[in-house]
């Protein structure tokens, strides 16, 4: 079993820990395309285009995805901070200095605060009287300590982007009706993923319709 980092942004922090998001897709890359494509060239597997439908050919475009194989574990990278004094030193939740490695100091997750209204630049944080006004560190920056999500891969396919059904739709965390960020036109998860994917990526990846690493997995407690 090998573990490896994956990004997620808030909205889908907050889905996975809801429960609500059990897949993601990412993109493949150009340098793993060539590969698969050299592949079917000798006969080790079918095209692109004519594969995905054959088991086979699954199985052996599986073992290039640079996220992992069924068994293997993700930890999620996520916006975060930690606690510190007035002099930006480290601290526990009890105010009292950490001295040496700050993994042992407070630490707090974007996704999970929020902004009470007028409140601007302070983050209310769960299960404290309290509120954070610093800096927050983005999510490429963190290390394995701080990471509080571990999911466990149970399945990767290989598609195109478009051909997502309504079910996994909602598997990736999209939602029926409006309203929570969905556009006021969705009212399908089918709906809501195409502005899902765009406002991640960008409105000319979703036109691109690019072949995507479908992965599934569960959360592991």
């Given at each position: 079993m090998k573990e490896r980092p994956v990004i997620f942004n808030g909205e889908m922090v907050r889905a996975i820990l809801d429960g609500r998001k059990t897949q993601t897709r990412r993109a493949i890359s150009d340098r793993h395309l060539h590969l698969i494509d050299v592949a079917s060239q000798v006969g080790e597997c079918y095209p692109l285009e004519s594969g995905i439908d054959h088991?086979?050919?699954?199985?052996y475009y599986r073992e290039y995805c640079p996220f992992g194989q069924v068994g293997d574990r993700l930890w999620v990278r996520e916006t975060f901070a930690i606690l510190g004094n007035e002099d930006g030193c480290p601290?526990?939740?009890?105010?009292?200095l950490i001295k040496g490695d700050e993994k042992y100091a407070a630490r707090i997750y974007k996704a999970s605060c929020w902004q009470e209204p007028g409140?601007?630049?302070?983050?209310?944080?769960?299960?404290?009287?309290?509120q954070y006004e610093g800096a927050w560190r983005p999510s490429i920056h963190?290390?394995?300590?701080a990471s509080r999500i571990?999911?466990?891969?149970?399945g990767v396919r290989v598609e195109r982007l478009d051909d997502i059904s309504h079910d996994d739709a909602k598997a990736e965390g999209c939602c029926y009706g409006r309203g929570g960020g969905v556009p006021d036109f969705a009212v399908t998860p089918a709906d809501h993923f195409p502005t899902l994917w765009a406002s991640i990526y960008g409105v000319d990846s979703w036109n691109a319709n690019?072949?995507?690493?479908?992965?599934?997995?569960?959360?592991?407690?």
């Open positions: 088991a086979n050919s699954q199985s601290i526990d939740w009890d105010g009292n409140n601007y630049g302070l983050w209310s944080i769960p299960d404290r009287d309290t963190m290390p394995r300590w571990t999911l466990e891969i149970t690019p072949w995507v690493w479908a992965i599934s997995f569960r959360r592991v407690k």
